[in-house]
């Protein structure tokens, strides 16, 4: 009798490697249509003002940019993380901690030279952000706390925090009670690219991943951090310090969360405010790991995430709930998890004698 | 305090535990077989929301209930699927669930957002034992939902450690190479371990829309899936210490609650982050105490794969 039977791969696949994630963003679309049809919409017409709402116009395009920022920058930190299997999904909570630092020199600050006043917002913004990833970080490191729900615990904290103020001791006088902070001085406003709301986290975001992906593939460090990833065991027997390496993760994918909130802030609102990122962290998980944790593949999915969410915008005038865009997200890592045995086995013919 | 106010603060304190309690259960049950799901805030919100349409369309909370609890299986089917059948990573698995049961809900209930449940569970007095001073208060005028997460827990309990079935999750949890080798189907008591754990989320989730505040909101659950899943490592995997835990970070919402109406001179705000705190420190306390990982089950988190043995 000949049967399918799945036979583990004797080495990567550089094809599945490209091909699964490919397909499983175009499964993930197809489920959503077979979704939003059973709910009675008309999901072509649905899908094509999301494909106009993020791509038609260049106002759209460059919408889409502007989320995808955030996404990339996010993406690179929790990757950072889950290369050494550190589950951090406290980067919505870092993203808040990072945008009240930076807020706050803005708001003391404002009025010096802006090559005095960014780089200290980008100073403020990735200690705060750090500072949230170093206390789950050392608590994982040294006492073996579980990181998964403490850095969750943290957004909820962060999120408080930054309410607090901007409803409280932040609030613009002028802001007829609306839960803001008045706005930034000029010097503390990332400049923007042309004339778009397209800034210069754009560039900032790229260089972040040409560190990574040098450090990751090039440097002592970057291979220490691959290696821990793999296996602590061999890490400890190879005499590598797991727990430092593990907090210093932490606090640098905490801090480039951060940095993510301090763009927000000085590129986007330029004024600390309620809400300050819709779920970019938790949607940076999904980048992360459609990017396979690649630097580069990172900043293409964001662009394609963020077009997800301006899209997700525009499909509300139709009368569907901005919900769809979360739905479909989690669709494609189903799909993603699903093809990824492809990526660790082949699906071959075999003819059995007998079992 | 008087001691009325007292009473009701622990009153209340139960009614906060009941939806962490049912959600911890289930998650147990998944964890003792072995599986990490980390979906349980999406179940918990895809079973208020069935619950909650469900009733409001039938009049019957009982199939509202029933919903919920199919519902929350359902997802809970998704990530079996995923981590037992194709051995894919059970972080993201239940990461892509909770991602998946937040937009899920918020799409079905768009039209329900803020719409009060007529048809809620109401408060059911046990006779006798209601009457008397005090405890009659604190722990027998609940609604039905209340007593029946108890029973279970005790149900659990004894099906866990009494019962031959018992042994086999546990056995699958600590050693599945082992539990293979004696004809057990290793990814059979996963599937069922998993969805049982789904459908308590699902229940979890609908005695917040049905009874606890009776009514529909996105995120509605804020955190309490996530809650459950650090409550499970402080009940050591045992439903019996799950009780004691829900009812702890019942008693800290319900006195957050309290000190807010009570005018407390703290802001709102504060008292917001306090469940959360608490949990990481209650986290923090019970990992330091049981260093040697002893009570969590041995294969948590690892999938199995017969080739490997």
């Avoid at chain 1, 395009?61 to 930190?77: D, R």
């Avoid at chain 2, 308590?200 to 606890?212: E, F, K, N, T, V």
Wanted: proline share 3%; aromatic share 12%.
């Amino acid at each position: 009798m000949p049967k399918l039977r799945l036979i583990k791969r004797e080495e990567d696949s550089f094809l599945a490697r490209v091909l699964v994630p490919v397909v499983s963003v175009i499964l993930a679309f197809v489920f959503g249509w077979a979704f939003l049809s059973l709910s009675g919409y008309e999901a072509g017409d649905v899908y094509s003002r999301m494909f106009k709402g993020a791509f038609g116009t260049y106002y759209a395009l460059s919408e889409t940019i502007v989320k995808a920022i955030p996404l990339m920058l996010a993406g690179l930190a929790v990757s950072l993380a889950f290369r050494m299997k550190l589950w951090n999904i406290g980067a919505e909570g870092q993203i808040y901690m990072g945008a009240f630092a930076a807020s706050g020199v803005a708001l003391a600050m404002g009025t010096y030279s802006p090559f005095i006043v960014i780089p200290l917002m980008m100073l403020a913004g990735f200690t705060a952000g750090g500072l949230w990833g170093f206390i789950p970080g050392a608590l994982r490191a040294y006492w073996h706390v579980n990181e998964t729900i403490t850095t969750l615990m943290l957004n909820y904290v962060a999120i408080s925090w930054v309410d607090y103020l901007v409803f409280g001791p932040w609030k613009d006088p002028a802001s007829k009670g609306f839960p803001l902070s008045p706005i930034f001085a000029q010097s503390a406003q990332l400049p923007n690219l042309g004339d778009s709301r397209v800034h210069l986290g754009l560039l900032i975001a790229a260089v972040v991943a040409i560190v990574f992906y040098l450090i990751i593939q090039y440097t002592r460090w970057g291979y220490e951090v691959r290696v821990i990833g793999e296996s602590q065991e061999a890490a400890r027997y190879a005499g590598m310090d797991v727990a430092r390496n593990m907090l210093l993760v932490m606090v640098i994918s905490g801090g480039i969360a951060g940095l993510t909130g301090m763009i927000e802030v000085s590129g986007i609102t330029h004024r600390l405010q309620q809400g300050i990122s819709p779920g970019y962290g938790y949607t940076a998980i999904i980048v992360a790991w459609l990017g396979r944790l690649n630097p580069f593949a990172i900043i293409m999915v964001a662009f394609l995430f963020g077009a997800l969410l301006v899209g997700g915008f525009g499909v509300q005038l139709a009368g569907v709930s901005f919900s769809i865009t979360q739905v479909l997200q989690g669709a494609v890592l189903f799909f993603l998890l699903a093809g990824e045995i492809f990526m660790k086995y082949k699906l071959a013919i075999v003819r059995e004698e007998a079992e | 305090m008087d001691t009325a106010a007292v009473a009701a603060l622990l009153a209340a304190t139960i009614v906060s535990g009941t939806p962490i309690l049912f959600a911890a259960m289930g998650e147990i049950l998944a964890e003792r077989s072995g599986n990490l799901n980390l979906g349980v805030e999406g179940m918990m919100l895809v079973g208020a929301v069935s619950g909650f349409i469900v009733t409001l369309s039938t009049g019957n909370h009982w199939l509202g209930v029933f919903a919920a609890v199919v519902s929350g299986g359902l997802m809970a089917a998704i990530h079996a699927f995923i981590t037992v059948t194709l051995r894919g990573n059970q972080v993201v698995s239940g990461l892509a669930l909770t991602i998946f049961g937040t937009g899920f809900s918020g799409f079905l209930g768009k039209s329900y957002q803020g719409a009060p449940m007529f048809f809620s569970f109401k408060d059911l007095p046990i006779p006798v034992l209601s009457e008397l001073p005090f405890v009659g208060k604190v722990l027998f005028s609940h609604d039905i939902l209340v007593y029946i997460s108890l029973i279970l827990a005790f149900i659990i309990w004894y099906f866990m450690y009494r019962t031959k079935w018992g042994l086999t999750i546990r056995s699958v949890g600590e050693n599945p190479q082992a539990a293979d080798a004696v004809g057990i189907s290793v990814s059979r008591v996963r599937y069922f371990c998993i969805m049982v754990g789904g459908m308590l989320a699902g229940l979890a989730g609908a005695y917040i829309s049905l009874a606890y505040a009776p009514t529909w909101q996105e995120n509605m659950t804020a955190g309490r899936g996530w809650i459950a899943v650090a409550l499970v490592i402080f009940a050591l995997w045992n439903p019996l210490r799950g009780i004691l835990g829900a009812y702890l970070f019942g008693g800290v919402e319900a006195l957050t609650y309290w000190l807010q109406i009570l005018g407390v001179n703290i802001s709102s705000f504060f008292l917001n982050m306090f469940p959360y705190i608490i949990t990481i420190v209650v986290l923090v306390m019970v990992t330091v105490r049981s260093r040697d990982d002893a009570a969590s089950p041995e294969a948590l988190g690892l999938a199995y794969d017969r080739e490997e043995r």
